[in-house]
């Protein structure tokens, strides 16, 4: 299960950024009965079977540059593989899909080990040109990465 805490009500700096103003996103493990911090603020987040997807404000996480491109007012896409419990940072800015394709309860698509989701090219600082900014991260339990064809909305291979 997992869950956003707000920082205020708790009274506590939960993502160690020196405030009190961000919700941070906490896994609960009903089997073992543990609590885990994730340490990351999150906008939202999707559940899948196997990843976790969250939005993590730059500004809400210290101001951090989580997308490399040299300024702090992104919204960066992350990853939480549910066995292990490891956050993965993508580097990539996401936006919610408001597209009329997409379900509005569903921001970005979590998969079994893919998860879909939009960057504007204007948030990540680059070029990533034709087929409509759609990106697809791959996670597979050997490697977490871009698939070949980065851009193309699937993962092969
Ligand atoms: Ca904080
Ligand atoms: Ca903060
Ligand atoms: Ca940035």
Redesign the pocket.
């Known amino acids: 299960m997992a869950f956003l805490t707000p920082e205020a009500a708790q009274g506590a700096d939960l993502n160690s950024d020196g405030d009190v103003s961000d919700r941070v996103l906490h896994l609960y493990d009903a089997g073992t009965g543990t609590l885990d911090n994730v340490g990351f603020a999150a906008e939202e987040f999707v559940l899948g079977t196997t990843l976790l997807a969250l939005r993590t404000s ?1 500004a809400a996480q210290g101001a951090q ?10 919204y ?1 896409l992350q990853i939480i593989d549910l066995a292990s419990h490891l956050p993965i940072n993508t580097f990539q ?1 996401v936006i919610p899909c408001r597209l009329e394709a997409c379900d509005p309860r569903v921001p970005y698509r979590v998969l079994k080990d893919t998860v879909k989701f939009l960057t504007l090219e204007a ?1 990540q ?1 680059e070029d990533l040109n034709a087929d409509g900014d759609a990106r697809t991260w791959c996670c597979r339990p050997s490697t977490c990465g871009w698939s070949a064809g980065a851009l193309r909305p699937s993962c092969t291979g």
Not at 65 to 74: E, F, I, T, Y
Request: aromatic letters at 0%.
């Open positions: 730059e540059d989580l997308n490399g491109d040299g300024d702090h007012s992104d960066v800015a948030d600082s």
